[in-house]
């Protein structure tokens, strides 16, 4: 026992060493942003262009899904001075006190934000989040495999398309448009709605090809199969690969989702980090990467430089009309549980 | 012990990434952590016994025994073969069947779904033929298909490197005695082997009992088995009493076959793996 508790206090020795050796090797006087943001969602030449305004050197990560940039925040493995969570992340992380509210007038250019995307759910007085980019979720489809007009969700339960029909295995989100399709809200805890919506999707199971992930556009566009759910973001990049494919927001309504930019408590840059957020929200800024990724701004001045193709396209840029129905998601809390075990019930036949 | 310092950085080791993960896992599984503080609870484990989960645990032993024994009816006779005498170049033979494997598992599998896709290599090749073939991805047999493809090494290299080493003169006295081929292979080869097959048993079995990235991909995510299950409380749910206590079971089940396996082996001494 002597021997382990003296490895032990070597080890920790050590590591505070090596800690504080290269503490002392960075560059102190030249400031330092790190950035924690989702795979291929920012012009690298956004980065470059703060770098060398403000002379502030940018760490830059990605992530792939929420899930596992919660948990890497959460356990404190990431002293991150900027997130771009999607809403109901965000939500969780203002209710477990994890996020500063933001100063407001730090960031002047907040001013360009459509005011639609403002004092929505997940941050109902917007202390905390500046909207990134926007988006809903919908049908993406073949024309050349589904001739008639895609306009409800109950299309995915239809016997015809047997074995063409892709769901995303994704607990909120398939689950979510099961509740559309049944026209109850996708943040509903109520027992009976859900049972009811664990019934159908145990009805639709047959007819599922599979429940995928990323891989669904590389599906889609090679024609795998008829139909799919998907995020606007990769229906518009699946569209632009394979123009027989075509994306419908179903009429039942659907989830309106959003990338917001936070500060989380982790990072040690505040000053910085809303030097940044401000940076984004530039016209001339927020227009690039707009243009760059192809996911939908909230920018009001930097939608207006967009090219025609890009806001005619219903895909990125929906009408009012589209949207009527439509909800951002919420965080369920102690109610996830339930949504848990549906799925749960429902992959295990 | 005078040599202790030696085994040092392997004892950090294990405490940092083996005893204190454990030592979480096992904490997790067992309190309940609540605003009011934390309390001990069996919940988790009662839970892990309901109907759906132990669906979930019964799937995931079946599909991994399937898959074990077809490594082991496919690996033995491999094993014979690049183990056998007559061969000559033989370790390019070996090189070839290692080779795969230095390639991403992850790679490897996402090849398999190009190839078994409806528009995919194989079903093409067929249809040039005219002939329809079923959907090949998305099933049971796809998965079986994926662990056998994945882990067929495993079962190979410990049975290949125990045969290759069986003195040649034993197998010599058995056949001078008269022993035709078939009764030299039972008596003599197969028992001298077995703690080669208990090790391929062991690695096989425990990637195919725990893989969650094979049945998402190749089965299309309909057979959820109990590694999906535990990714699935910890990333999605955040359940982690629960997903800890699936675990600390599925722990429980891999030491109890490790156990039988081993005390098979002690039984049969020889140059396994373990």
Known sequence: MKFVLRSLLVTLLAITLIISLVGCGSDK???????????????????????????????????????????????????????????????????????????????????????????????????????YMWGTVGILYNKKMVKEEVNSWKILWDKKYEKQILMLDSIRDSIGITLKMLEYSLNTKSDKELDEAKEALIKQKPLVLAYVGDEVKDKMIGG??????????DAIFAKRENPDLEYVIPKEGSNLWFDSV????????????????????????????????????????????????????????PDDSDLVGSEVLEDLAGSLVKYDRIWTEVKSR | ?????????????????????????????????????????????????????????????????????????????????????????????VVLFVIPMWMNFLARTYAWMTLLEKNGLIATFFN?????????????????????????????????????????????AAEDLGAPPTIVFRRV?????????????????????????????????HFTLIGNLIE?????????????????????MIVLTMGFALRYEKENEGGGLW
């Open chain 1, 224 to 233: 795998e199969a008829a139909l799919a759910v998907v995020w606007s973001g």
């Open chain 2, 189 to 221: 080869i197969f028992p001298l082997s077995l703690p080669g097959v208990t090790s391929g048993i062991i690695m096989v079995f425990m990637p195919a009992l725990t893989t969650f990235v094979i049945s998402r991909l190749l089965g299309g995510a």
């Open chain 1, 29 to 131: 006087d030249k400031p330092v942003l790190k950035v924690y943001n989702w795979g291929d969602y920012i012009d690298p030449s956004v980065l470059d262009g703060f770098e060398e305004e403000y002379g502030i050197k940018v760490i830059y990560d990605e992530f792939a899904t929420n899930e596992e940039m919660y948990a890497k925040i959460k356990a404190g493995a990431g002293d991150y001075d900027i997130l771009i969570p999607s809403d109901y992340t965000i939500k969780r992380m203002i209710d477990e006190d994890m996020l500063h509210k933001l100063d407001f007038d730090n960031i002047p250019n907040y001013k360009y934000i459509d005011s639609r995307f403002k004092d929505l759910a997940y941050d109902p007085n917007n202390e905390y989040s500046v909207p």
């Open chain 2, 232 to 252: 699935q409380q910890f990333l999605t749910t955040r359940d982690w009493g629960f997903g800890s206590a699936l675990s600390v079971v599925l722990m429980l």
């Open chain 2, 1 to 93: 012990m005078r040599r202790s310092w030696l085994s040092f950085p392997y004892l950090v080791w294990m405490i940092i990434f083996t005893v204190v993960p454990l030592a979480l896992i096992l904490f997790y599984s067992v309190v309940k952590i609540e605003d009011g503080g934390i309390f001990l609870t069996m919940g988790n484990f009662k839970r892990v016994l309901e109907p759906i989960y132990l669906a979930v645990f019964l799937r995931s032993i079946k599909i991994a025994i399937i898959s074990t024994s077809i490594c082991l009816l496919l690996g033995y006779p491999m094993a014979m073969i690049l183990a056998s005498k007559e061969l000559s170049n033989k370790s390019i033979l």
């Open chain 2, 128 to 172: 040039l033929l005219g002939i329809e073939l079923p959907m090949l991805l998305y099933t049971e047999g796809t998965v079986i298909l994926g662990m056998v493809y994945n882990f067929l090494p495993f079962m190979v290299l410990p049975i290949y490197s125990v045969l290759v080493k069986i003195d040649k003169a034993v197998l010599e």
């Open chain 1, 262 to 317: 936070v500060i989380p408590k982790a990072g040690k840059n505040k000053k910085e980090a809303e030097l940044f957020i401000n940076y984004l929200c530039e016209t001339e800024v927020a227009y690039q990467n707009a243009d760059y990724i192809g996911y939908a701004s909230p920018h009001i001045e930097a939608v207006k430089m967009l090219p025609d193709e890009l806001i005619t396209d219903k895909t990125a840029y």
